[in-house]
């Protein structure tokens, strides 16, 4: 019986925070166009609505800051995770360090949907193309770095996904993936002030 109250509560709060982060992302939508190609895209369409309704609510709490992952329905681009970040009150999240690296892998998997083979959001971090280092959203260099076999490629693309594995035993095939701004993940981890403290 109280999985079955624990359930309708899941299912209530998920269907009023899907509604209020869709309501949220429309606004900023009116401001930034995201354009993919040629073509300006809309980020609120029915398949790229927030799936799991965890818009403004902290997933990590993390050296003062609050960290959200968003998964959406249908893969994202680096501007439509932009664009999402912004509605949800953030940017694009920073990874500070092996612990925080951690944290964050292990919410991912445990987004991963019973059956998926994993799961990839984008991060706000970038990759210095003469020293193959990564660099945090502010300009300076990343503490920690944890990449995925055979990446960076040569020569690297300049932004960052994290791809995890939902059984974890392949270590080798998980961690960062150097992405272009076009090429979809399924998520984005954005980072913002802690709600009581706005």
């Not at 299912?11 to 949220?24: A, W």
């Not at 190609?37 to 403004?56: L, Q, W």
């Not at 991963?112 to 959001?121: E, V, Y």
Request: proline content about 3%; hydrophobic content about 35%; charged content about 25%.
């Amino acid at each position: 019986m109280a999985s079955m109250t624990m359930l309708a509560v899941t299912v209530t709060c998920v269907f009023s925070c899907v509604i209020g982060g869709i309501e949220s992302t429309r606004k900023v939508n009116q401001e930034f166009n995201v354009t993919a190609g040629n073509t300006t895209t809309d980020v609120i369409d029915e398949e790229r609505s927030i799936a799991h309704g965890n818009a403004g609510r902290c997933d990590i709490l993390y050296g003062g800051k609050c960290f959200t992952l968003i998964i959406s329905r249908a893969s994202m681009s680096l501007g439509e995770a932009e664009v999402v970040c912004k509605g949800a009150k953030g940017k694009l999240a920073n990874i500070y360090g092996e612990e925080h690296f951690n944290m964050l892998r292990a919410l991912i998997r445990a987004r991963t949907d019973i059956g998926k083979g994993g799961n990839s959001a984008w991060f706000g971090m970038t990759i210095d193309e003469s020293t193959r280092r990564v660099k945090l959203s502010n300009g300076e260099w990343a503490t920690y770095t944890r990449w995925e076999k055979n990446r960076p490629l040569t020569p690297p693309r300049p932004y960052i996904g994290f791809f995890v594995h939902s059984d974890n035993l392949n270590q080798d095939y998980q961690g960062y993936r150097d992405r272009w701004a076009s090429e979809t993940q399924h998520g984005v981890v954005c980072e913002s002030k802690v709600p009581w403290e706005q």
